[in-house]
């Protein structure tokens, strides 16, 4: 098993979480709620408002997101659904863990639990110049105030 930290469409709640719970992709567990130790560029760019995760490590903020405990053939799928590794990479990025799955806000987890981990993050480091003067999210949510569209790909020409 491996962990991915996912901080876009595949998250709870957005277009394509789904895909994380569609058996025929293979398995994935969630595990806890994170976010990036290293602050990184959160961009929503292109005419399909994808969300992306440039790799200029130290620019912009933390960023929020999920890790997952995913299969060989989840993995598998992932590279394919992100284009791996053409469109996005698939690279090492350290954590610090907010909440881990099932740990109530209140009493908070045992002492020995670790509060820092890695996992695979798909990052780009092919993008438009002009994405870098994009505004920085902390945290990307498909249905935010930030009123762009996200395209399925299943309605994009």
Same mark, same amino acid.
Request: charged share 20%.
């Given at each position: 098993?491996a962990r991915v930290?996912?901080?876009?469409?595949?998250?709870?709640?957005?277009? @394509?979480?789904?895909?994380?719970?569609?058996?025929? @992709?293979?398995?994935?567990?969630?595990?806890?709620?994170?976010?990036?130790?290293?602050?990184?560029?959160?961009?929503?760019?292109?005419?399909?408002?994808?969300?992306?995760?440039? @790799?200029?490590?130290?620019?912009?903020?933390?960023?929020?997101?999920?890790?997952?405990?995913?299969?060989?053939?989840?993995? *598998?799928?992932?590279d394919e659904f992100?284009?791996?590794?053409?469109? $996005? *990479?698939?690279?090492?990025?350290?954590?610090?863990?907010?909440?881990?799955?099932?740990?109530?806000?209140?009493?908070? *987890?045992?002492?020995?639990?670790?509060?820092?981990? @890695?996992?695979f993050v798909y990052?780009?480091?092919?993008?438009?110049?002009?994405?870098?003067?994009?505004?920085? $999210?902390?945290?990307?949510?498909?249905?935010?105030?930030?009123?762009?569209? $996200?395209?399925?790909?299943?309605?994009?020409?």
């Amino acid at each position: 098993m491996a962990r991915v930290f996912v901080y876009g469409t595949l998250k709870k709640g957005q277009p @394509n979480y789904f895909r994380m719970t569609d058996k025929r @992709n293979g398995r994935a567990e969630y595990c806890c709620s994170a976010r990036t130790v290293e602050k990184f560029p959160l961009v929503i760019a292109g005419k399909y408002s994808i969300p992306f995760l440039l @790799n200029v490590p130290g620019v912009g903020q933390q960023v929020e997101g999920e890790v997952y405990s995913v299969d060989t053939q989840m993995l *598998q799928f992932l590279d394919e659904f992100e284009g791996c590794p053409h469109m $996005y *990479q698939r690279t090492s990025v350290e954590l610090e863990v907010k909440q881990w799955a099932g740990e109530s806000t209140s009493s908070g *987890q045992s002492a020995d639990a670790p509060r820092r981990m @890695n996992a695979f993050v798909y990052s780009t480091t092919t993008y438009q110049p002009e994405w870098r003067s994009l505004p920085i $999210y902390e945290s990307y949510d498909a249905y935010g105030s930030h009123g762009l569209v $996200y395209v399925s790909r299943e309605y994009r020409d």
